[in-house]
């Protein structure tokens, strides 16, 4: 594993920082399929995401986690921005740093995300045609989940008051005040409404997880962009890449897989479900992402 950065090239005049795996027999005269590994909203490379990569490496394939602009180590202004929008491009800035690693096989470069980074993945697949083969794990459409709720109870009308408070956090950020913040999973386990949610804290907060990169909430003024974000937009006509989804049978998440699921024209598209696990527990889980590299391995190995 190596730590790279490597600029940004969307115009942001940010340095990315990644963890960059390679294969256990690497040759630097032959040339290889890629994984770009999105981390989820409020993580950073070094928790789940990394944590793929290296397995992914494990299976012959270079695989990069990185940190997403202004998240993490990489750089950017204000710190823990949580723009959707950047975050898609974040993927494609990978991608182009990976086309110029001469041992990367440029036609053979696939993406997957784990919770909101396997939502910024589809939505980069839908733009970047570069991506031949996507795969998600406990997919979170960050913007379905922000108007809609984790149990997908709340109707987007119901939504405007956190738009509203984007638009004020954004007047406060521009008188100088200090950053307002939301938190991206609960700070505190008594603020988690349920148990996949109080393993969420768990995660970001305790030792279960926590990293120093990784501080759990994100800029308020990002409520603009989330709230009226879709990942999966026009997925119906431009997501035809192979597509697998990974999802537990006891995720309150699973309905967003299901929606990609059912929207995506790909003629390639299945549904992989660990049976008895949560959202969370595809983070770090043991078996659990034993059981989710057991399908995505053999996943990228045929489509890349």
């Given at each position: 594993?190596?730590?790279?950065?490597?600029?940004?090239?969307?115009?942001?005049?940010?340095?990315?920082?990644?963890?960059?795996?390679?294969?256990?027999?690497?040759?630097?005269?032959?040339?290889?399929?890629?994984?770009?590994?999105?981390?989820?909203?409020?993580?950073?490379?070094?928790?789940?995401?990394?944590?793929?990569?290296?397995?992914?490496?494990?299976?012959?394939?270079?695989?990069?986690?990185?940190?997403?602009?202004?998240?993490?180590?990489?750089?950017?202004?204000?710190?823990?921005?949580?723009?959707?929008?950047?975050?898609?491009?974040?993927?494609?800035?990978?991608?182009?740093?990976?086309?110029?690693?001469?041992?990367?096989?440029?036609?053979?470069?696939?993406?997957?995300?784990?919770?909101?980074?396997?939502?910024?993945?589809?939505?980069?697949?839908?733009?970047?045609?570069?991506?031949?083969?996507?795969?998600?794990?406990?997919?979170?459409?960050?913007?379905?989940?922000?108007?809609?709720?984790?149990?997908?109870?709340?109707?987007?009308?119901?939504?405007?008051?956190?738009?509203?408070?984007?638009?004020?956090?954004?007047?406060?950020?521009?008188?100088?005040?200090?950053?307002?913040?939301?938190?991206?999973?609960?700070?505190?386990?008594?603020?988690?409404?349920?148990?996949?949610?109080?393993?969420?804290?768990?995660?970001?907060?305790?030792?279960?997880?926590?990293?120093?990169?990784?501080?759990?909430?994100?800029?308020?003024?990002?409520?603009?962009?989330?709230?009226?974000?879709?990942?999966?937009?026009?997925?119906?006509?431009?997501?035809?890449?192979?597509?697998l989804t990974v999802v537990g049978s006891n995720a309150g998440s699973k309905w967003m897989s299901d929606d990609l699921m059912a929207r995506a024209a790909s003629s390639s598209k299945n549904m992989y479900i660990v049976e008895g696990a949560n959202h969370?527990?595809?983070?770090?889980?043991?078996?659990?992402?034993?059981?989710?590299?057991?399908?995505?391995?053999?996943?990228?190995?045929?489509?890349?």
């Open positions: 594993m190596n730590k790279v950065t490597f600029p940004n090239t969307n115009g942001l005049d940010i340095t990315i920082a990644g963890l960059l795996n390679l294969p256990a027999d690497f040759d630097e005269t032959k040339t290889y399929p890629a994984v770009v590994v999105s981390h989820p909203g409020g993580g950073v490379k070094e928790q789940t995401a990394g944590t793929y990569a290296r397995k992914l490496a494990e299976q012959g394939f270079v695989a990069i986690a990185y940190d997403a602009s202004y998240q993490g180590e990489s750089t950017g202004e204000p710190r823990q921005l949580e723009n959707p929008h950047v975050r898609t491009e974040d993927v494609s800035a990978v991608i182009d740093y990976l086309t110029t690693l001469p041992y990367v096989d440029n036609d053979r470069i696939g993406a997957m995300g784990i919770c909101a980074g396997a939502g910024y993945t589809a939505n980069a697949a839908i733009n970047d045609r570069r991506i031949k083969a996507v795969g998600t794990v406990s997919m979170v459409n960050i913007g379905q989940m922000f108007r809609n709720g984790w149990d997908n109870n709340v109707k987007d009308s119901d939504a405007i008051p956190y738009i509203q408070a984007g638009s004020d956090s954004r007047t406060s950020d521009a008188s100088g005040n200090d950053i307002a913040t939301i938190p991206m999973a609960p700070l505190k386990e008594e603020d988690a409404p349920n148990e996949e949610l109080r393993q969420a804290w768990e995660y970001y907060h305790t030792d279960r997880a926590a990293y120093c990169t990784a501080p759990g909430f994100a800029t308020a003024r990002s409520l603009n962009q989330i709230i009226t974000y879709d990942a999966f937009f026009k997925a119906e006509a431009f997501l035809t890449q192979p597509l969370m527990d595809l983070y770090d889980g043991e078996s659990e992402i034993t059981e989710a590299i057991s399908v995505l391995a053999p996943f990228f190995t045929s489509n890349l």
